[in-house]
């Protein structure tokens, strides 16, 4: 069993600068053809700074952090055990090439299912640009098999 003791804590944070050549990438990745990813005239035509943040690009980006990674750890849950179990997305404002993003996690909850064969860790991540703005809140729910 999970410690339950973790719910509520704080995972610290991770500092993303957000490139356009990394941004270009990603599109590309997940096959987004929409010339507003790729292209800066076609993003500024369509009212962006620069280039825009794909849609899921934030939870790979915060991936990067391996602050996730560092909590199973500390967990003690193997990563042969886990799957992705959910993701949502709240975006609040434009995140575009050339952004900072500071995303701070925390362990929101940690429940389990099927007499305790299934556990859950779900975990609220809230993101702000370099100005202090509020541009996204994720929500992520990792499922442990037991």
Do not use: C
């Not at 909590?71 to 404002?93: N, R, S, T, W």
């Amino acid at each position: 069993m999970i410690d339950r003791s973790w719910i509520g804590r704080e995972l610290g944070q991770a500092v993303l600068p957000i490139e356009a050549g990394r941004l270009k990438f990603f599109a590309k990745s997940i096959g987004e053809a929409n010339p507003i990813y790729s292209d800066e005239a076609a993003a500024r035509a369509a009212g962006y700074a620069a280039l825009p943040a794909p849609p899921t690009f934030l939870f790979a980006a915060s991936l990067d952090s391996g602050v996730v990674f560092q909590m199973l750890e500390e967990m003690q849950v193997p990563i042969g055990k886990i799957l992705h179990g959910e993701q949502a997305f709240e975006y609040l404002a434009p995140i575009v090439a050339g952004d900072v993003i500071t995303v701070r996690s925390k362990v929101s909850n940690i429940y389990d299912k099927k007499n305790g064969a299934l556990e859950f860790i779900e975990i609220v991540q809230e993101a702000e640009n370099q100005d202090g703005v509020r541009v996204a809140e994720i929500r992520n729910i990792t499922v442990v098999r037991n």
